[in-house]
């Protein structure tokens, strides 16, 4: 079984900066890709950024450049580096990962940007 749990959400004004990070459970975290997803009010979730079991990252368009994504197998964490945040990227955010058919999920923290 694999818990993930985020943490380091808040509040921020446009422009600051954020460290997202998430620990994990479990003996899959460093052959796994590492994914964090967020989700606005009344909207789908959408995917951010993934990065490999290897360390290869991977960005969504409008967060390229702003946000950096990173994960330290020993410890197993991973990490989103927010920065130049705007009002747009405000969201709950989730970190994901998966084995096989299995996917697993933290409860999520909240970032909120204001203008």
């Known amino acids: 079984q694999v818990q993930l749990v985020e943490s380091g959400g808040g509040l921020v004004q446009a422009g600051g900066s954020l460290r997202l990070s998430c620990v994990a459970s479990g003996s899959i975290f460093s052959e796994s890709a590492l994914g964090w997803y967020r989700q606005a009010p009344g909207k789908e979730r959408e995917w951010v950024a993934g990065?490999?079991?290897?360390?290869?990252?991977h960005y969504r368009d409008s967060v390229k450049g702003r946000f950096t994504i990173s994960r330290d197998n020993a410890k197993k964490m991973g990490y989103l580096q927010m920065s130049s945040l705007k009002p747009e990227d405000t969201a709950v955010y989730f970190c994901?990962?998966?084995?096989?058919?299995?996917?697993?999920w933290g409860q999520g923290t909240q970032v909120t940007v204001s203008s």
């Open positions: 994901k990962t998966a084995r096989g058919n299995d996917a697993y």
């Open positions: 990065i490999t079991d290897g360390g290869s990252p």
